[in-house]
């Protein structure tokens, strides 16, 4: 029987399952990578709701387990050796559960390489500065009279779209043919920027064809539908 009770984050969100994995999460494009991840790859694991917007992630509790104060994180009672692993940050969790399986990410070492070389193009560039549109076009930054931050991170998003939509020239996916944890971790992004934030004018969004067509690809999967509703919102 796994015991999880040294992590603090168990005692204000209990295990009611301590031999699954443990997700702490919320349906934003971050949390949803994992979630998805979690349902393409079939593996049972118990969710657990962090309610950023009241502030949950701040607790002392959270922080234990994520020093950074943010979704998602997991503990996967069943880590290497057998031994509890905590996890936070959304890449670094994509790749250890992409490795735990063999799924999702290329055994062929240059592809695999090229593959973690696109997941960090989203986690260094997609989400932080797709994340910034949100901030100054819909969020509390509407409100700031000096459009020039909002310009520069619109114009700064159009041009990483251009990125991916020449990648995505003449392929099903971001590697080819083959589904894998870069597509896991850019789809939330793209489908919040263009749905959630009402950012597809500001960013030529009909101006391209790979990337809308992706993102239909990658809507269509089951397993990426029920992972951007999990955990369900209060
Ligand atoms: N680089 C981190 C970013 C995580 C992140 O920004 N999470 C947001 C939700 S999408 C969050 O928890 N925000 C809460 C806060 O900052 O208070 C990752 O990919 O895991």
Do not use: C
Request: net charge negative.
């Amino acid at each position: 029987m796994s015991d999880l009770s040294s992590f603090p984050i168990t005692q204000r969100w209990p295990a009611q399952h301590p031999e699954l994995l443990q997700l702490y999460s919320l349906p934003t494009p971050n949390g949803v990578k994992v979630s998805i991840m979690l349902e393409e790859l079939g593996l049972p694991y118990e969710v657990h709701l962090i309610d950023i917007g009241k502030n949950e992630s701040w607790t002392p509790e959270f922080l234990s387990l994520n020093p950074n104060g943010k979704i998602p994180a997991i503990i996967d009672p069943d880590g290497p050796d057998g031994k509890p692993l905590a996890l936070f940050e959304s890449g670094a969790i994509l790749l250890y559960l992409a490795e735990k399986t063999g799924k999702f990410l290329p055994s062929d070492p240059a592809r695999r390489y090229q593959t973690i070389q696109w997941v960090f193009f989203q986690m260094a560039a997609i989400g932080p500065m797709f994340g910034q549109v949100g901030f100054f076009h819909k969020f509390a930054g509407r409100e700031i009279e000096d459009k020039r931050p909002l310009e520069r991170y619109q114009n700064e998003s159009k041009r990483l779209l251009g990125v991916l939509e020449t990648r995505l020239e003449g392929r099903q996916w971001i590697m080819d043919d083959e589904y894998t944890i870069a597509d896991i971790a850019t789809l939330g992004w793209v489908r919040n920027l263009v749905g959630f934030y009402g950012a597809g004018d500001l960013v030529d969004y009909a101006s391209l064809k790979n990337v809308p067509a992706w993102l239909e690809r990658g809507l269509a999967r089951p397993a990426v539908q029920r992972g951007l509703d999990i955990p369900k919102r209060p």
